[in-house]
């Protein structure tokens, strides 16, 4: 626990930093870089991707969460499946072996650098609300992480304290029901905080539905993420960060919560 803390007491700043303040590239960097990261962790649960399979992966992840997020280059999300199953197809080792690194190529690809291209696509919103100090693509990212960080913490510290009743045993035997709860609790103050201080365009209600929605989808994608550690016998999807586990560990609720909270800026 105290390695936990450390960790996220000294990235904590550098990432509000970076998000609030820094020059719009270098964030669009790091993600495009975390898509690849967590792509890599998620096939290498797997016995049977290969070196060469992951080295293939790895810039498709990329170049699919930048061209989701900048939108007008559709075409290429569409291409990269045909690339990866081309790839398969010429280099496909024994047919079953193929067949399940078809597979879980695919879910890579679909399930994190996709994800991360929403993200991207939040991040790029330029436009700066009325009485706005950022714009909205600084401050949703923000929100994001504010809401589902949150939520990680007090369902965290609410398991931990009140925990009785088992939330979902059978792919994760830790959580409870009371962390479940504590969890949606803490998003939404998180999603009053970053109504408050960051988008100015939503009502205090729509605050407490961002932070509420973005915390129920946030634990369903911790939820998801569990569900293949479970299924390939793996503690942690990798070691990136000390106390946290990999890149997928830490931003799996990240991913799934992007959609709902790009939806709330959009339409609301």
Partial sequence: MAQRLITGF?????????????????????????AAQGVDELVRMYAEIRKRDRLMLVPLAIVTAIAVGIRQYWLIPAVV????????LVAPGTVEAAGRRAEVGMLGVAYVATLFGVIVQIFSLDAV?????????????????????AGDTGAYFAGRSLGRHKLYELISPKKTLEGAAGGLLASIVGGLIAQRYLLPQLSVVQGVLLGASGGIVGQIGDLAESLFKRAT??????????GH????????????????????????
């Fill in 10 to 34: 000294i990235l904590a700043p550098i990432l509000i930093w970076v998000v609030l303040f820094a020059p719009k590239p270098v964030f669009l960097v790091l993600l495009a870089l975390a």
């Fill in 81 to 88: 499946p045909v690339a990866w199953l081309a790839w398969c």
């Fill in 129 to 149: 609300p009325p009485g706005g100090q950022f714009d909205t693509g600084r401050g949703a990212t923000l929100a994001l992480l504010i809401v589902v960080f």
């Fill in 245 to 268: 586990g990999g890149i997928l560990d830490r931003l799996d609720g990240v991913l799934f919560a992007a959609p709902v909270v790009l939806a709330w800026v959009l339409f609301h």
């Fill in 233 to 242: 016998g793996t503690k942690d999807s990798g070691g990136l960060l000390p």
